[in-house]
């Protein structure tokens, strides 16, 4: 009889107790099924050039997802306190990492770098730093181009012929000459070629993703710049640019 016991005592407790292996399933198909990045974004220039380079990786790296909040400027929700804890400059796009801790990255060209680092392991959108250094720092000039000049200059343009309070000529002049100088630039460069980084003709890069959702949306026009012109029509027949393009969806 005290062996009967001890037996059944036995196997209750091996029904009781958890398989080890157990847990390890459970957060491997949780992992598994969670998409690693959240974009905050709305359908601005900057903001679509984050979903382009999103899209193009879920294009592109088998397994990779991501989704997206819609944050509404016109509510300020990018300045609630939550908000700001993300990006403490209250500005789309927004990422956060959910794969690395619930990390955050705002501005951007930073997050299209991040992005790369992490997520585009095969350089499909960028190069290769050790093999490509001149490639790579072609990527970066222009990318900081778009940045630091067409982005802002073509910003303040918008504003001053569409939301000012007040209609000041000069300013409209200044941002429209200076954004059309930016331009002719890119013709500069893309004469004899397809994109902006890259040997030979280029590649479409990072640099290419960050600049042209700006320049699509000239309120000029693009015929005095005819080489940009057939650039941002190239840039837009990539499908999972023009995908990212639509995110998130006007309703």
Request: glycine fraction near 6%; charged fraction near 25%.
């Amino acid at each position: 009889m005290m062996m009967i016991n001890r037996l059944l005592r036995k196997e209750l407790i091996q029904q009781l107790r958890p398989a080890r292996h157990q847990p390890r399933l459970f957060y491997s198909t949780m992992s598994t099924a969670q998409k690693p990045i959240l974009l905050y974004t709305l359908g601005t220039p900057n903001g679509v050039a984050a979903s382009i380079y999103l899209e193009e990786l879920k294009a592109a790296v088998q397994g990779f997802d991501y989704d997206y909040q819609k944050i509404d400027i016109s509510k300020n929700t990018q300045k609630e306190p939550w908000f700001i804890k993300l990006n403490p400059n209250g500005r789309i796009p927004t990422i956060v990492d959910k794969a690395r801790k619930d990390f955050p990255v705002f501005e951007t060209s930073a997050i299209l770098l991040y992005l790369a680092q992490h997520y585009d392991k095969e350089y499909k959108f960028w190069f290769n730093p050790e093999t490509e250094p001149n490639e790579y720092s072609d990527m970066l000039q222009w990318l900081f181009f778009a940045h630091g000049g067409i982005g802002p200059m073509q910003g303040q343009l918008g504003h001053f012929t569409r939301a000012a309070p007040e209609d000041i000529p000069y300013a409209k002049k200044r941002y429209l000459d200076e954004t059309k100088r930016l331009y002719g630039v890119l013709e500069i460069r893309l004469k004899d070629r397809d994109y902006l980084a890259g040997a030979g003709r280029g590649k479409y890069s990072l640099a290419d993703i960050k600049t042209f959702p700006w320049v699509r949306l000239a309120s000029f026009g693009l015929d005095e710049f005819p080489l940009v012109k057939a650039w941002v029509e190239r840039s837009e027949k990539h499908s999972a640019s023009a995908a990212g393009l639509q995110i998130p969806p006007k309703v």
